[in-house]
């Protein structure tokens, strides 16, 4: 079944220091892939998005995701994290069997950020 | 476009009760979606529609379940007999496409006493 695998579930970071979170995914094809960051009690926002073409995306906020088809990763990163940066991070991919659309998300990374 | 908003935001129920939620998408976006997430997960997929028609159905989705969308327009989610697993954030997104990007509500946090 097709899943997504975000294997750190707690991150914390210093303000201005780096950060990748990593997200593995499982999918035969070639998986259309996201990353979305949700702030306590709020909705999810897309940082971004990778459908095809080149392999390094950029998103909002700095952060960019580099898509890796031979370790099956799409990992997030952004080179200095600020303190607005805490939130909850999910990596998610586009369900492939169906043509809905559904998303199928890994079960999210907190990251809190250290003044 | 005020983007997605959902009612109520939040919702203190007791057990046995039926709750209803509402879900106005993007006003041009024909497909809309519904998850559940719950605390320390990520969000879940319940339920799909395209316009007014309901194309799928998760296996999570029991028969306490319903969802419409009347005129393909807002949709709504009732939860009959709740029950303290019932308990989560309840998510409505909508897109324009299906590889399109989906956006979201702030959610409805429910909790069945």
């Known amino acids: 079944a097709q899943s997504v695998t975000q294997p750190d579930i707690h991150i914390t970071v210093s303000e201005g220091a780096s950060l990748e979170l990593r997200c593995n995914y499982s999918?035969?094809?070639?998986?259309?892939l996201f990353w979305y960051v949700q702030s306590p009690g709020q909705g999810l926002q897309l940082l971004l998005k990778?459908?095809?073409?080149?392999?390094l995306v950029q998103g909002i906020k700095g952060f960019e995701a580099e898509f890796k088809r031979s370790q099956s990763s799409f990992n997030l990163r952004k080179p200095s994290v600020h303190w607005s940066d805490a939130a909850e991070y999910f990596c998610?991919?586009?369900?492939?069997?169906?043509?809905?659309?559904?998303?199928?998300f890994g079960q999210g990374t907190t990251l809190q950020v250290k003044p | 476009d005020t983007g997605v908003s959902q009612d109520p935001r939040h919702k203190i129920t007791k057990r046995g009760q039926n709750v209803t939620f509402r879900c106005d998408p993007i006003?041009?976006?024909?497909?809309l979606y519904w998850y559940r997430q719950t605390l320390g997960q990520g969000p879940e997929f319940l339920t799909y529609?395209?316009?007014?028609?309901?194309?799928?159905k998760s296996r999570l989705l029991s028969d306490r379940f319903s969802a419409e969308r009347p005129k393909g327009s807002f949709s709504t989610l009732e939860i009959q007999r709740t029950e303290q697993g019932d308990s989560a954030m309840y998510l409505c997104?909508?897109?324009?496409?299906?590889?399109?990007?989906?956006?979201f509500g702030p959610g409805t946090r429910l909790t069945v006493l």
């Open positions: 997104a909508s897109s324009g496409g299906v590889y399109n990007e989906q956006f």
């Open positions: 999918y035969g094809a070639t998986p259309y």
């Open positions: 990778y459908f095809s073409g080149d392999t």
């Open positions: 998610a991919v586009v369900h492939g069997s169906s043509n809905t659309g559904k998303l199928i």
């Open positions: 006003s041009e976006h024909n497909r």
């Open positions: 529609f395209q316009n007014e028609a309901q194309l799928e």
